[in-house]
């Protein structure tokens, strides 16, 4: 049995993120709706565009530290993987004889940094990632991955990266 090790590193990276923008978002709302600044002085001017951009923030680093912090097990014996997301606690489990395979990729951050991700197919679908930005032990993981088929490295482009993002096919056997 192989469990995820969490990157602390991603993970409250991804906190501050969050957090920035729920200050950002209240300042702008209080001073917006209230009158009063707390915390961050917005300008007058931009009160609506400042609850907007930090209503937009917090959904996009919120949908990503939902999506993405989960716990791994990887039940080697048992020819099982299951995904458990540390802050709502939910808990999918996928058999290795219902998937495909896996494919490996390189994803890129904001700054250029590259990290290594594995996606389970199934049904021509990516049905799960396991992240080397969210994993220190990835390599651990993938070792126990050792009972699915590899279907190979799958290079990503922006359209790619949308259909995964929409649950939409985009592994071609």
Same mark, same amino acid.
């Given at each position: 049995?192989?469990?995820? !090790?969490?990157?602390?590193? %991603?993970?409250? *990276?991804?906190?501050?993120? $969050?957090?920035? =923008?729920?200050?950002?978002?209240? +300042? &702008?709302?209080?001073?917006?709706?209230?009158?009063?600044?707390?915390?961050?002085?917005?300008?007058? !001017?931009?009160?609506?565009? %400042?609850?907007? *951009?930090?209503?937009?923030? $917090?959904?996009? =680093?919120?949908?990503?530290?939902? +999506? &993405?912090?989960?716990?791994?097990?990887?039940?080697?014996?048992?020819?099982?993987?299951?995904?458990?997301?540390?802050?709502?606690?939910?808990?999918?489990?996928?058999?290795?004889?219902?998937?495909?395979?896996?494919?490996?990729?390189?994803?890129?951050?904001?700054?250029?940094?590259?990290?290594?991700?594995?996606?389970?197919?199934?049904?021509?679908?990516?049905?799960?990632?396991?992240?080397?930005?969210?994993?220190?032990?990835?390599?651990?993981?993938?070792?126990?991955?050792?009972?699915?088929?590899?279907?190979?490295?799958?290079?990503?482009?922006?359209?790619?990266?949308?259909?995964?993002?929409?649950?939409?096919?985009?592994?071609?056997?």
């Amino acid at each position: 049995m192989v469990r995820s !090790k969490f990157w602390s590193f %991603g993970f409250w *990276l991804m906190m501050l993120f $969050l957090l920035f =923008f729920l200050v950002l978002f209240l +300042s &702008s709302c209080t001073q917006y709706y209230l009158g009063k600044s707390i915390l961050i002085k917005m300008s007058t !001017k931009s009160g609506l565009v %400042g609850i907007v *951009l930090s209503l937009f923030g $917090l959904i996009l =680093f919120g949908s990503v530290l939902v +999506s &993405s912090a989960k716990i791994v097990i990887i039940d080697t014996i048992g020819g099982s993987i299951s995904f458990k997301n540390m802050l709502f606690r939910n808990e999918i489990v996928f058999a290795f004889d219902e998937l495909d395979g896996y494919v490996e990729t390189i994803q890129r951050d904001g700054n250029s940094n590259e990290y290594s991700v594995i996606y389970l197919v199934k049904e021509a679908k990516y049905v799960a990632k396991v992240s080397d930005f969210f994993c220190s032990n990835y390599n651990e993981l993938k070792q126990g991955l050792g009972g699915l088929k590899y279907l190979g490295i799958k290079k990503f482009n922006i359209i790619d990266s949308f259909k995964v993002l929409c649950g939409l096919s985009v592994y071609h056997k």
